[in-house]
């Protein structure tokens, strides 16, 4: 019998990685290739050819195949979807436009909005109405509805999203509807608010079901396709995809619940970050992936990336909460902007440089690609700065042209401010920088959290080139570089545990508390949730996690509470006031005394076991066992000292647990390259990972 491996493919907005890692010693094969734009598939596919290749392993070996991808971001940033309509109750059909009437930028006279992912004429109102009780007030008018259909015949609508008011606490009448239309419009997509999204916060639910509908027919082509593609080269594994939240599901479910996939990718990375902070024991961590288009920071405490509920998709403001569409789904909760190494450098009106957030991509990608590309990018100022080897970038399968680079950066940059490439190029990766260093500032701060003492772990293709810098910005003493952190977020895939949430809105008053219906509503999501899970699941024992979404009575928002109790009985209330008043204060430093408390909703999510706490793997060997001298030498520009500089170029293959390396320092690998600063050290832990320390040594 062949040696049986499994696969992972992250797909970015530049780069497609993929991994290959055997099932009997961990072994691990990596590569990178250009993201095919026309159809993702092929670039995935390209991929495996190449590991396989490497490996030498059949395509009948594979046992299972793991998945995540940002396109279903890019289609809603980019409005890319499907053209997508919505029934919503009679009335209503503003909501998503009216939105929550707030303004977010307080002070701007002039304040942009998202656009609704459906224009107003394709909001079509349906005759019906539900109570908050789920009581039927005014039943389902079919006429209404046989009108509205015409309406999406005559308009070519590809995709439908269903959504009526208190839709959440009685599923009937969207369940009518879309046995309608798949009568009389049966290949037209349809998404149900009450399965995508079943709780309160009309805007929220109804924005959350156009995002799913508006995805839902790019992403299925897209995981048809793949399949096919799998199939026909002799991969026949099981499937599965990374969800937003990070854990694993299976491939029907995400081609019904794309919506969940939005930020796959990158939950793939913050997985990684997390494993690496337990196996290293590093209480804060502060996770620091940049790719090709974008830079993800995400906060992780006690092993643990921060969790939420809600999301939100094509902010207008790059760090204003509420400037962009929200999507209720389970997510790993991190900041985005982009800074990426395509992300194009220009000289604004006011003569400043700025960086993104628009992308050179894979096609035709950054100047020095060589591929007709002329706009200046931070992969071309990095080339320029020294710490990319032209010859040696995604492991030598493609050759960097300086010279394009530099015409690039003189003609967007160094002209306009009559500067030198050099200069050009400094300015470009500092403001670059600065802004993932003020991205992380302000996403601590929303979360009431802090950057400082904490340790960095960067990963992607670009992360590791930037840390040190980054980490200067942020006053961090302490960078972390995992094996494979060119393909971080591909490596999280094979960690994440297969796992799925399932959420119900049944609101009462702990003054009132019903327990025979709070047990209800869990057994109903136990089952869904079982439901999703089962067919993915690998051997290992099933972990439920129960939470209850509680505030005090006349608060607008609710906090997250853990439900300890598997079945809620008559002191249920009691515990649950306890656990909500430990919460509360923990938060906010008090409680609100005689004051009722209500729960809003409940969540259920089942998945397999976690990896939990390990040993010390990840740390320093206390005595290293040598100081290693370069073997050769480079051009490296030094940001302190504002010059070019001899620094040592070690290969990262060669290095070994213990060994050390005083900055300034190139350490190259196939899929990145990590920057050592004069001032730093690097050793490498018993595991392997790269240890970036302020002054060690």
Request: contains cysteine; proline residues 4%.
């Amino acid at each position: 019998m062949s040696t049986q491996y499994r696969l992972a493919a992250d797909i970015g907005g530049t780069f497609t990685d993929v991994v290959l890692e055997r099932d009997d010693d961990g072994a691990r094969v990596t590569t990178k290739v250009l993201t095919t734009y026309d159809d993702p598939a092929n670039g995935v596919m390209q991929g495996i050819d190449r590991v396989l290749a490497e490996s030498g392993l059949p395509a009948e070996g594979a046992s299972l195949v793991l998945h995540g991808t940002t396109l279903a971001t890019n289609a809603l940033i980019e409005r890319r979807g499907a053209k997508t309509a919505l029934l919503t109750t009679e009335g209503h059909r503003d909501a998503v436009e009216m939105a929550l009437e707030n303004r977010f930028e307080q002070y701007d006279v002039n304040i942009d909005r998202p656009l609704p992912l459906v224009p107003r004429p394709l909001r079509l109102p349906i005759r019906e109405r539900v109570d908050a009780e789920g009581e039927v007030l005014i039943p389902l008018d079919a006429t209404s509805v046989r009108a509205a259909a015409a309406v999406l015949q005559a308009q070519s609508v590809e995709s439908v999203a269903v959504g009526f008011l208190h839709g959440y606490a009685n599923v009937s009448h969207e369940e009518q509807v879309a046995r309608m239309l798949e009568d009389v419009l049966p290949g037209v997509s349809v998404t149900l608010a009450s399965r995508v999204c079943p709780e309160i916060r009309e805007y929220e639910r109804l924005s959350t079901a156009c995002a799913n509908a508006y995805v839902k027919p790019m992403m299925a082509r897209y995981l048809e396709s793949l399949q096919q593609q799998l199939v026909a080269r002799g991969i026949r594994a099981p499937v599965l995809m990374m969800t937003s939240g990070g854990g694993l599901t299976t491939l029907n479910n995400a081609m019904e619940f794309p919506i969940r996939l939005v930020e796959s990718g990158p939950a793939g990375g913050a997985i990684l970050a997390a494993q690496v902070a337990r196996d290293g024991g590093y209480d804060s961590v502060l996770s620091f992936d940049m790719g090709g288009t974008t830079a993800k920071i995400c906060l992780i405490d006690d092993g643990q990336p921060l969790f939420s509920r809600s999301f939100e998709v094509d902010r207008v403001y790059r760090f204003k909460k509420g400037s962009g569409l929200p999507v209720r789904i389970p997510v790993i909760e991190m900041v985005e902007i982009g800074a990426g190494g395509g992300s194009k450098a220009r000289v604004d009106k006011l003569q400043r440089i700025t960086v993104g957030p628009d992308s050179a991509g894979s096609e035709p990608g950054p100047a020095c690609y060589g591929r007709g590309g002329d706009a200046a990018t931070v992969t071309d100022a990095d080339v320029l700065l020294g710490k990319l080897d032209a010859q040696a970038f995604a492991g030598g399968a493609m050759t960097l042209d300086v010279g394009c680079a530099r015409s690039a950066l003189l003609q967007d940059v160094g002209a306009p401010l009559a500067m030198d490439e050099t200069s050009a190029a400094f300015g470009v990766s500092e403001v670059v920088d600065e802004n993932m260093a003020a991205a992380a500032r302000a996403h601590a701060v929303e979360w009431g959290q802090q950057t400082e003492r904490r340790t960095l772990v960067a990963y992607g293709g670009a992360g590791p080139l930037h840390a040190a810098r980054l980490a200067d910005k942020l006053k961090l003493d302490r960078v972390v570089v995992p094996t494979g952190a060119g393909v971080g977020s591909a490596i999280g895939f094979l960690i994440a545990p297969v796992s799925y949430e399932v959420v119900r809105s049944r609101y009462m008053r702990l003054s009132e508390f019903d327990a025979r219906a709070s047990n209800s509503a869990f057994q109903e999501m136990r089952a869904e949730a079982l439901a999703v899970v089962a067919p993915a699941m690998r051997e290992s024992e099933l972990i439920e996690t129960r939470r209850a979404y509680m505030r005090y009575v006349g608060q607008g928002y609710e906090i997250a509470v853990a439900v300890v109790e598997r079945e809620l009985g008559e002191g249920a209330a009691a515990n649950l006031r306890e656990a909500f008043d430990q919460e509360y204060a923990r938060l906010y430093g008090r409680t609100i005394p005689n004051l009722d408390v209500e729960v809003l909703s409940w969540t259920l999510t089942l998945g397999e076991s976690g990896t939990g706490p390990a040993a010390s793997a990840g740390r320093l060997v206390e005595t290293p066992a040598r100081w290693l001298a370069a073997a050769s030498t480079v051009s490296l520009f030094d940001a302190e000292e504002g010059l070019n500089i001899e620094a040592g170029r070690y290969l990262r293959a060669d290095l070994e647990a213990g060994d050390c390396i005083r900055g300034p320092a190139l350490i190259v690998e196939a899929q990145t390259t990590t920057v050592v600063p004069g001032g730093f050290v690097a050793a490498v832990s018993e595991c392997g990972d790269l240890l970036l320390t302020r002054g060690g040594g």
